[in-house]
């Protein structure tokens, strides 16, 4: 959580209207909600607002590799006449998604999951799947409008609900769901744009049993690759299938994988939460590099990323956001925060928290669809040169079940100083040669990797525990 985000997007994505057009896939005619220049200027501005809300891994090689690696599949896709971009965000969040436009992401948690180059080639074509059959663009911009909207911590009383069930499922990135039919399609797509540069398509099938892992590794919760895609389990098959059918279409018999080289790559990568963008610990949020701790509501979900961390009941019925606001001053704070999300006054009044200036303000925001107001408590706390928003959200008829709670979290906002917590350091992914041929099992624990992780390690390898591995094989281990 380090900057203030915006809702200027939302304005300029509303200039959307309907339009036929020509799938480059396909050669059929779509109806679309937008021109192909709307979704090159939707891209433009989407592009710094998602860069601001998570961060760009630094980590300058492994950005050249999936520009290099995106512009080579670009050249073979059925829509090389826009110009396309590829990043990887600083979060641990496993998912990889395509915006309007031409812009792919893939997150470093998903990046630490796969374990050769094949395996990403194959995701990588599936989003540029999405982009040149224009599926971004077809059903795309309501969710954009309201996951972005949700993102930047604005008042939206149908998001509530959401936000309870999708924090409770880990979801912590913008995450554009498409049909089951497109999800097909971009399939097909990843296994002939990744076969045509040289990738075994078969590794891609590989990858999506690691998802299906992921899946039953945390319950019910769903990995965002997987959020409304075909079962895991169907597409495995389906992408063999495809992979043999494109292999003796180009008359192939010998195709990239290149595990080695793909590991070195990731050796050292943070691996999880990244402490210094904050991290929560016995139900308290502690920021480090800020300098600041509070306490979150005991079985709320919550989501960190730099610029936002936000907090569910997992019945949908209240969040909380806390972010840092714009201003010189609490009242100048105060004013911007009231016009950007429409608010009217019913109280407010200066207060400290723990010796810090504050001001809070209870104001309603009327929906225009709904008959319930959103009704908020905004905790304004001035601290080492900045503004800090924490704002409590329901609607009005919930509030004073809530307002207690809410009140307690923002007073328990105070300076750290714990330097346990200041000096935390990450997890990293380390890449070590297996000690002697054994399982995979016995080589972790040669490694002293924790007893209780051990099934986890082995999925961020995509492998069994008692798979056999020989003598030198590179394998990921946590330190």
């Known amino acids: 959580m380090k900057k203030y985000i915006s809702a200027c997007l939302l304005a300029g994505l509303m200039s959307i209207w309907s339009s036929c057009s020509t799938n480059p896939v396909t050669g059929k005619k779509n109806v679309t909600l937008m021109s192909e220049d709307q979704e090159l200027a939707m891209g433009q501005e989407a592009d710094p607002q998602i860069v601001a809300q998570f961060g760009l891994y630094d980590d300058p090689a492994m950005q050249r590799f999936i520009d290099v690696k995106g512009q080579q599949m670009v050249a073979i896709s059925h829509r090389s006449d826009i110009k396309y971009s590829f990043k990887v965000l600083d979060s641990p969040v496993l998912n990889a998604f395509a915006v309007p436009g031409g812009y792919v992401y893939f997150t470093r948690g998903i990046m630490a999951h796969f374990n050769n180059e094949a395996q990403f080639a194959g995701v990588l074509g599936h989003e540029i799947g999405h982009i040149a059959a224009r599926h971004t663009v077809q059903q795309q911009s309501k969710a954009i409008l309201a996951q972005v909207g949700l993102i930047a911590g604005m ?38 744009y990744a076969t045509k540069i040289g990738y075994d398509a078969d590794e891609m099938a590989d990858f999506f049993l690691t998802l299906q892992r992921k899946q039953q590794e945390s319950g019910s919760a769903i990995p965002e690759f997987l959020s409304t895609h075909p079962d895991p389990g169907n597409r495995y098959t389906t992408v063999q299938q495809l992979a043999t059918e494109w292999k003796q279409k180009l008359s192939l018999t010998t195709l990239d994988v290149n595990r080695n080289n793909y590991l070195k790559m990731i050796d050292g990568m943070i691996y999880g939460e990244d402490p210094k963008q904050g991290f929560v610990e016995n139900n308290v949020f502690y920021h480090p590099e800020l300098k600041f701790q509070f306490q979150i ?170 798979d056999r591995v020989e003598k030198g094989m590179l394998i990921k281990v946590i330190e």
């Open 155 to 192: 008042v939206l009383a149908p998001e509530l609900a959401q936000f309870g069930e999708a924090a409770s499922q880990g979801l912590g990135l913008l995450f554009l769901k498409f049909g089951r039919d497109a999800e097909r399609e971009s399939d097909r797509l990843g296994v002939e």
């Open 297 to 466: 509501p005991t079985n709320w979900s919550y989501m960190n990323s730099p610029q936002v961390f936000q907090m569910g009941a997992k019945d949908g019925k209240a969040m909380m956001n806390l972010t840092l606001a714009p201003g010189n001053s609490l009242e100048e704070a105060a004013q911007q925060m009231m016009q950007q999300y429409k608010l009217t006054p019913v109280k407010s009044g200066n207060t400290t928290v723990n010796g810090l200036p504050a001001l809070a303000i209870i104001a309603d925001q009327q929906q225009e669809q709904q008959q319930a107001t959103i009704r908020t408590l905004t905790y304004l706390i001035q601290y080492d040169g900045r503004i800090y928003s924490i704002m409590g959200i329901t609607t009005a008829p919930q509030f004073d079940a809530y307002a207690q709670l809410f009140s307690n979290t923002m007073e328990s906002f105070r300076q750290l100083t714990d330097a346990s917590k200041i000096n935390k350091q990450p997890e990293r992914i380390q890449i070590k040669p297996v000690k002697q041929t054994s399982t995979l099992a016995q080589a972790l624990q040669s490694y002293s990797q924790e007893s209780k992780r051990l099934e986890e390690i082995a999925v961020l390898n995509g492998m069994q525990l008692q």
